[in-house]
Structure formats: C-alpha cells, structure tokens
C-alpha cells in the first residue's frame, strides 16, 4: 500500500521525526487558509499524488503570499500531473499539501528498506540527496552507505552513530541524525512498512534535521494486523481496473497492449508475456490468478479482460496444478463469456490437473475457443489472432 | 538418499487439520511420503488421516521421530509456526502458506541462524523427488525420476518446465520451489550446493525471475566455483514493465536491482546455459545434459 507524502509524515511524526509544519487542502481557500495557519513568509504547495518526481514536474510550487498559495493550489488542483513514474496520462491532484518552507544547508538521503540478500531490514544512506539519487548510486554505488539491522537488537546507538559520522555529521546534527535512524527502524517495524525513503532530510544551520520529502509503502500482507492504518488507503490513486482485481484476489497489472493476458503464477504469467512480447505481441496486462482463486473470482477477472476496449485477442494459459485446477478456470471462463459476452479471439492453453475436463467444459458450453498444446504454440496463436503491434 | 528428503524421511504436518493442509498430505502420503503426524494447537489426542494430532511440535518430534515439517498455518501464525518448530530441532521444513508479512520473515530468518533447521519458503510448492515422496502442493503427473534438479522460485513455471523436461525424454532428481518472498528460507546456491554434491543429479535447472539477488548471488557463487555438472537457467520477466509489482511480493526493483537482463547477464558470464524463450527450456536443458 502506498502512501501520500502527507500521511506518511504523520507516522514519521509519531516516532519523533521531525518535518516542516504542513496541512493537507483540497482547495486553494483551504491551501490560503492553512498557509496563514502556519505562519511564516514562505511556503511549499506540494501536489499529493502516489508517484515522485513531482518537483521537475511542476508539481512543488513555492509562495511568498497566501495569495500565491492560492493561486498554486488552483492550478494545481483539478490537473494531471506527468512524472517519469506517472506514465504519460499522468495523476490527477486532488489534494495539495502546504508547508512552511525552511531554509537548511545540507541535503542528505536516508531510507530504510528490506535488503533481500540480508534478509534484513537496511538503512540506506547518502551525503547527498535529491531527484536523481537512483541514477547516482547506481553510477557510483561507493556513495550508498548502508547499515543492515538486527531485528534482535534493532538500530544500536553506536551503529547510528557510525552511520551518522560517514555522513560526515557533527555535533547536534549528528546527535539528531542517531535518533532519526533509530526512529526510521521503529517506524519501519512498527507499522509493517516495506519502504521508507526520506528524501531529502535537510540540515539546518542550527542543526535539526527534517524529513522534507517521504515516500512510504506499506506490506500488504501485514495489513490484517494495522486495521487503523485501512483508512490511509487512497483508492483514487489506483487503476480502476486493478482496483477491482483486487477485490477478487487477482495480481492484475493494466499495461498498453492489445492482447488480453489470464495466467496462474507469477513466475508463470512473466515468461508468457516475455514469450508474447518476443513473438511480437503487446500484452494488455499481466493477471496472475492465484492457487486458490475461486471460480466466481476468475469470472471477474476474464470480465476485466472481455472489458478492455484495447484488447483485441485473449490468452488464458493455466497449467493446473496441486490447487488450482483447470477445470474451475474453464467453468469460470464460460460464465464470464456468458454473461459479458466474447467478442474477439480466445485462445486457451490448458495443461496439467484437469486439463482435458477444462477442454470439454468450453467446447461443451459452446465457447469459440482455439485449443493449444504447448506455451509456444499458444503465444503464436494469440499473435496471429490479435495482430502484431504497429509498426 | 536424494537431496532434503527420501521415503523414509518422517514428516508432520503443521495445520494438519485445515483444508488445503488434508487435501495435499493425502496426496502426499498417496505418493509414498512417511507423514507420522500432524499439530494443531488445542486439537492434541485427536486423529486426522487416520494419524496422530498434537499440541506442538516438540511433542510431535517426541513421539514420532519425526524430522521434517510441512507449514500449512495461515500467514497472521505461520512464522511463529516455523519458529517453534526450529526451537523443536526440526531439521528440514517447507512452508507452503502465501502472503506471510515480510517482517515476520525477517525474525524467522534471523532464527533459522546457527540453528540446524533448513526451511524452504515461505510461498514454496515445496519439494519433489518423482516416484519417491513429495512435501508440499505440487502436481504429480508428468514428472518422471531421472537426473535432472530443478530449483525455482514459481511453482507454476516449475511445472511447465517439468513438462518441458519430460517431453524430452529425461527425467528429475529432485524439484525444489524456494518460494516467491522477498525473504526466504534456503536460496538458488543453497540449493546448487546439495545438487552438486548429489550423485543422482546430473545437470541443474534454475528456474529465476525479476526481483531479489538470489539469481545474482547463484551466478557469484558460480564464478567462484566452477561448476562440476551443466547449470540451465531461465530467468523471467525480461519484458516485465520496471517498478510494478508483478504477483510476487518479490518481483518489486528496488533502486534498477534485479532486473531480468542482468541476472541472465550474471548467469551467462559464470558459465550458465540461458534458455532464450521460456518455450526452450527443455531443449536447453537436452543440449546442456548432452555437452
């Protein structure tokens, strides 16, 4: 689950990570009223989408006026916002954050991440921060400093302390940088997060240290435990369709193509779209039903598919396994056909538990349905049927 | 003996009780695995599967002999599940549940240290030695034993590849699903490790995907040790869209890392046969057992 700016300063708050004074507005009165709430002479209208980048983008204005907090709330209110990680239709901005804008001196980059190879929660550390940090580390990775956590012992004093001092951190600052990091642990810990990055964490003359920027995601898997943090869940920043597919248990990613894509398994569902994309295919998206996926759940899910106005060919390619069997797939194909109807070309390749019973169960039912054997004989079908992408 | 596991390993079943827990031990024991026993907490002294039901593990192991685990309990108890069954000396477990929180993983993991307990997963269809025994959720029907070890993170894609594999007229020494999880028990090197060391495998498929550094981790360990048998390796979602999270929770990149092409670069330098296509692997894997 990912999280806005705004909300994901509210937990760091909570764990005593500072940042500059701010107030969510949903209308540049608001964004006026909250500048003068405030206080101060100058301030940041920041539009509230899930993607980064926002500030190249135009999507961080600063103000001198509250008037001019007004005037930046209005534009931004209402408009698409386009970042490298929107896609080209970019994010509507339906809520603009505006904070006090400080001044400080430095710029650093601090995250807390799970590192796999670990198998460990990580801090991950920069002395210096901002929009291309990615780029940079991954150019010159002797820059990324990094602490690995015992989850036993948790973020020690004396590591922070370490960490805080190849930062190049004296003094307060660094004083304020060992509680940051041990507070950005507890955080992580606390509210099951599987991302934090504070980007930057600005220094300032005195020596505080505040979040000026947090990007924060959440486990999904560990949300049955965080009932209180459900009404974080921004629903409007999701894919209306994937949305959906969420509520019936599928992994449903909306991509660009024309060819609709039903597979079970990841790891799968990946090498079909790698095979399709190679035979010169555009899948419409990757959908992985998942082992236990009921039949009516997989009638939603070829719904989605039948619904997509771009899809001009469909694959279904199950193999059925220890409990997912194809035979529920079929069944739960041929009501969505029934009930939505089935407009363009089907293609299924069913192989594994039941397989032969999933064949029947289309044919019997009166499906169009071209049957194929194997994975690559599938993926040629489906190319042929729903045409190659433009050239 | 085949790797982890052979007909005489005794095996528990952890949520014995629950639905998929019955339906895939039945099957379990229908293809020759030793199960003894099964826990529930609060269902100790009763009978499932006509077989013993006990409070924990410890008592379990007591009373059973029993030396390996199979983890059916749902995500919210499962780590504690692993979790006391490495406290009980367990010496090898397959989790099966999906959609265990990752923190969860990350504590369990830090136990699984120094400790004699090997876990494959969580997320894993487990493991299959064909005609012998199987733990897990795995398929039985087109496997067939022969010399042939696979080891993957994706259940499904296993089971094309077995298919694959089959088609070709060879057969397999061991299947192992490590599971899809960010963090996980036993990675691909372990895995490379006991396949090497096995006399009935003679050539090893590995089965990667995008995400995570267990694929570049296997190609270090490689360029450092050569070989000994023909390593396959197939690596999936070279044409996945980059920063989507593709089903697994572990195919997120994070900071351009595992991306598919440089784990099939990594692999390629360190001597691994890449199948190009998924729709190749079989034939990969002939030519490979051939050289």
Same mark, same amino acid.
């Given at each position: 689950?990912?999280?806005?700016?705004?909300?994901? =300063?509210?937990?760091?708050?909570?764990?005593?990570?500072?940042?500059?004074?701010?107030?969510?507005?949903?209308?540049?009165?608001?964004?006026?009223?909250?500048?003068?709430?405030?206080?101060?002479?100058?301030?940041?209208? =920041?539009?509230?989408?899930?993607?980064?980048?926002?500030?190249?983008?135009?999507?961080?204005?600063?103000?001198?006026?509250?008037?001019?907090?007004?005037?930046?709330?209005?534009?931004?209110?209402?408009?698409?916002?386009?970042?490298?990680?929107?896609?080209?239709?970019?994010?509507?901005?339906?809520?603009?954050?505006?904070?006090?804008?400080?001044?400080?001196?430095?710029?650093?980059?601090?995250?807390?991440?799970?590192?796999?190879?670990?198998?460990?929660?990580?801090?991950?550390?920069?002395?210096?921060?901002?929009?291309?940090?990615?780029?940079?580390?991954?150019?010159?990775?002797?820059?990324?400093?990094?602490?690995?956590?015992?989850?036993?012992?948790?973020?020690?004093?004396?590591?922070?302390?370490?960490?805080?001092?190849?930062?190049?951190?004296?003094?307060?600052?660094?004083?304020?940088?060992?509680?940051?990091?041990?507070?950005?642990?507890?955080?992580?810990?606390?509210?099951?997060?599987?991302?934090?990055?504070?980007?930057?964490?600005?220094?300032?003359?005195?020596?505080?240290?505040?979040?000026?920027?947090?990007?924060?995601?959440?486990?999904?898997?560990?949300?049955?435990?965080?009932?209180?943090?459900?009404?974080?869940?921004?629903?409007?920043?999701?894919?209306?369709?994937?949305?959906?597919?969420?509520?019936?248990?599928?992994?449903?990613?909306?991509?660009?193509?024309?060819?609709?894509?039903?597979?079970?398994?990841?790891?799968?569902?990946?090498?079909?779209?790698?095979?399709?994309?190679?035979?010169?295919?555009?899948?419409?998206?990757?959908?992985?039903?998942?082992?236990?996926?009921?039949?009516?759940?997989?009638?939603?899910?070829? =719904?989605?598919?039948?619904?997509?106005?771009?899809?001009?060919?469909?694959?279904?390619?199950?193999?059925?396994?220890?409990?997912?069997?194809?035979?529920?797939?079929?069944?739960?194909?041929?009501?969505?056909?029934?009930?939505?109807?089935?407009?363009?070309?089907?293609?299924?390749?069913?192989?594994?538990?039941?397989?032969?019973?999933?064949?029947?169960?289309?044919?019997?039912?009166?499906?169009?349905?071209?049957?194929?054997?194997?994975?690559?004989?599938?993926?040629?079908?489906?190319?042929?049927?729903?045409?190659?992408?433009?050239? | 003996?085949?790797?982890?596991?052979?007909?005489?390993?005794?095996?528990?079943?952890?949520?014995?009780?629950?639905?998929?827990?019955?339906?895939?031990?039945?099957?379990?024991?229908?293809?020759?695995?030793?199960?003894?026993?099964?826990?529930?907490?609060?269902?100790?002294?009763?009978?499932?599967?006509?077989?013993?039901?006990?409070?924990?593990?410890?008592?379990?192991?007591?009373?059973?002999?029993?030396?390996?685990?199979?983890?059916?309990?749902?995500?919210?108890?499962?780590?504690?599940?692993?979790?006391?069954?490495?406290?009980?000396?367990?010496?090898?477990?397959?989790?099966?549940?999906?959609?265990?929180?990752?923190?969860?993983?990350?504590?369990?993991?830090?136990?699984?240290?120094?400790?004699?307990?090997?876990?494959?997963?969580?997320?894993?269809?487990?493991?299959?030695?064909?005609?012998?025994?199987?733990?897990?959720?795995?398929?039985?029907?087109?496997?067939?034993?022969?010399?042939?070890?696979?080891?993957?993170?994706?259940?499904?894609?296993?089971?094309?590849?077995?298919?694959?594999?089959?088609?070709?007229?060879?057969?397999?020494?061991?299947?192992?699903?490590?599971?899809?999880?960010?963090?996980?028990?036993?990675?691909?090197?372990?895995?490379?490790?006991?396949?090497?060391?096995?006399?009935?495998?003679?050539?090893?498929?590995?089965?990667?995907?995008?995400?995570?550094?267990?694929?570049?981790?296997?190609?270090?360990?490689?360029?450092?040790?050569?070989?000994?048998?023909?390593?396959?390796?197939?690596?999936?979602?070279?044409?996945?869209?980059?920063?989507?999270?593709?089903?697994?929770?572990?195919?997120?990149?994070?900071?351009?890392?595992?991306?598919?092409?440089?784990?099939?670069?990594?692999?390629?330098?360190?001597?691994?046969?890449?199948?190009?296509?998924?729709?190749?692997?079989?034939?990969?894997?002939?030519?490979?057992?051939?050289?």
């Amino acid at each position: 689950m990912n999280l806005h700016e705004y909300q994901a =300063k509210d937990l760091l708050r909570r764990h005593g990570v500072k940042s500059p004074a701010g107030q969510l507005a949903r209308s540049s009165d608001e964004a006026a009223e909250a500048a003068r709430k405030l206080g101060g002479t100058r301030w940041a209208v =920041k539009a509230q989408i899930h993607a980064g980048l926002r500030q190249d983008a135009g999507g961080v204005q600063f103000c001198d006026t509250p008037e001019a907090v007004a005037a930046a709330a209005a534009k931004l209110l209402g408009s698409r916002l386009v970042t490298p990680q929107t896609g080209a239709k970019g994010k509507l901005v339906r809520s603009v954050y505006v904070e006090q804008a400080v001044a400080y001196e430095r710029e650093l980059y601090l995250a807390a991440l799970v590192n796999r190879s670990a198998g460990r929660v990580a801090l991950i550390a920069a002395r210096e921060g901002g929009n291309d940090i990615e780029a940079r580390l991954a150019a010159a990775p002797e820059q990324m400093l990094s602490l690995v956590i015992d989850p036993e012992t948790g973020v020690t004093e004396a590591e922070a302390g370490r960490l805080a001092g190849e930062l190049g951190l004296a003094g307060a600052a660094a004083e304020q940088a060992v509680g940051v990091m041990r507070a950005l642990d507890k955080a992580f810990t606390t509210f099951d997060a599987s991302l934090i990055e504070i980007n930057p964490l600005a220094v300032t003359a005195a020596g505080d240290l505040l979040a000026l920027d947090v990007k924060m995601v959440l486990d999904d898997n560990a949300q049955f435990r965080h009932a209180d943090l459900a009404a974080l869940r921004d629903e409007d920043e999701i894919d209306p369709a994937e949305l959906e597919a969420q509520r019936y248990n599928l992994n449903y990613v909306h991509l660009e193509g024309n060819i609709g894509v039903m597979v079970n398994g990841a790891g799968l569902a990946l090498a079909t779209v790698d095979l399709l994309k190679e035979q010169g295919g555009e899948p419409a998206d990757f959908m992985d039903v998942r082992p236990e996926a009921t039949r009516a759940q997989i009638t939603h899910g070829f =719904k989605l598919l039948l619904r997509n106005p771009a899809v001009t060919a469909i694959l279904v390619n199950i193999y059925g396994g220890g409990i997912l069997r194809c035979d529920t797939v079929a069944e739960g194909i041929a009501a969505a056909c029934k009930e939505a109807g089935l407009n363009v070309p089907l293609i299924v390749r069913a192989a594994g538990t039941n397989g032969e019973l999933a064949r029947k169960i289309l044919m019997s039912q009166g499906i169009p349905v071209t049957f194929a054997q194997t994975l690559a004989q599938a993926a040629a079908k489906v190319v042929e049927a729903g045409g190659r992408k433009a050239a | 003996m085949a790797i982890l596991i052979d007909s005489d390993t005794r095996v528990i079943c952890q949520g014995f009780t629950g639905a998929q827990a019955t339906y895939h031990m039945e099957r379990a024991i229908a293809y020759g695995t030793k199960v003894v026993g099964g826990v529930v907490p609060g269902k100790g002294g009763r009978g499932h599967l006509g077989l013993p039901v006990f409070d924990t593990v410890a008592e379990a192991r007591e009373a059973t002999g029993a030396t390996a685990s199979a983890v059916f309990v749902p995500p919210r108890n499962a780590a504690a599940a692993i979790i006391e069954s490495i406290d009980a000396d367990i010496e090898f477990m397959v989790c099966v549940t999906e959609r265990v929180p990752v923190l969860d993983m990350v504590r369990v993991k830090r136990r699984l240290e120094g400790s004699g307990t090997r876990l494959v997963g969580p997320n894993s269809q487990g493991i299959m030695v064909p005609g012998r025994c199987k733990i897990g959720v795995m398929p039985a029907h087109l496997e067939r034993p022969g010399k042939v070890g696979i080891v993957s993170r994706s259940a499904s894609l296993t089971s094309e590849v077995i298919e694959q594999i089959s088609a070709q007229r060879l057969g397999q020494s061991a299947s192992i699903g490590i599971g899809g999880d960010p963090v996980h028990g036993m990675g691909f090197v372990d895995c490379l490790k006991l396949f090497f060391a096995d006399p009935d495998t003679e050539c090893v498929v590995l089965l990667g995907e995008i995400g995570g550094s267990d694929e570049e981790e296997a190609a270090a360990f490689l360029a450092a040790n050569p070989a000994p048998k023909p390593v396959v390796a197939y690596v999936a979602g070279l044409h996945a869209p980059t920063e989507r999270r593709m089903g697994h929770a572990g195919t997120v990149n994070v900071f351009g890392q595992g991306d598919a092409a440089g784990k099939i670069k990594a692999l390629r330098a360190a001597g691994v046969a890449i199948a190009a296509s998924p729709a190749e692997i079989g034939l990969t894997v002939r030519q490979a057992a051939r050289a």
